[in-house]
Nanobody
Framework: VQLQASGGGLVQAGGSLRLSCAASGGTFVGYTMGWFRQAPGHAREFVTAIWSGGSSEYIDSVKGRFTISRDYAKNTLYLQMNSLKPEDTALYYC????????????????WGQGTLVTVSS
């Protein structure tokens, strides 16, 4: 099973991007799906996740600006990012976990390759 992230790019502060994460070779029905990010010189951090039941969790810094969603028919995870800030600049990774509600990267066994988001001021 593989995850393929896409949709990153260069955007001005205040702009929007939508990241996609397509799953292939299997299905992630019943899995928690999440987005993590890693800025230069920083550790990878949890951003948001959507549980199998549909509810979600966000870090405080993106609440009200980012929205996670999943399309089971397309086997795809999305991250809509609005009102982007320079501090959102990072490599964004999608990931899948079979361990229920978790924000810990070690709970996620499947990872996409990352897509770069750069927000200019």
């Amino acid at each position: 099973v593989q995850l393929q992230a896409s949709g990153g790019g260069l955007v001005q502060a205040g702009g929007s991007l939508r990241l996609s994460c397509a799953a292939s070779g299997g299905t992630f029905v019943g899995y928690t799906m999440g987005w993590f990010r890693q800025a230069p010189g920083h550790a990878r951090e949890f951003v948001t996740a959507i549980w199998s039941g549909g509810s979600s969790e966000y870090i405080d810094s993106v609440k009200g600006r980012f929205t996670i969603s999943r399309d089971y028919a397309k086997n795809t995870l999305y991250l809509q990012m609005n009102s982007l800030k320079p501090e959102d600049t990072a490599l964004y990774y999608c990931a899948a976990s079979a361990y229920g509600k978790s924000t810990r990267s070690t709970s996620y066994a499947y990872w996409g390759q990352g897509t770069l988001v750069t927000v200019s001021s």
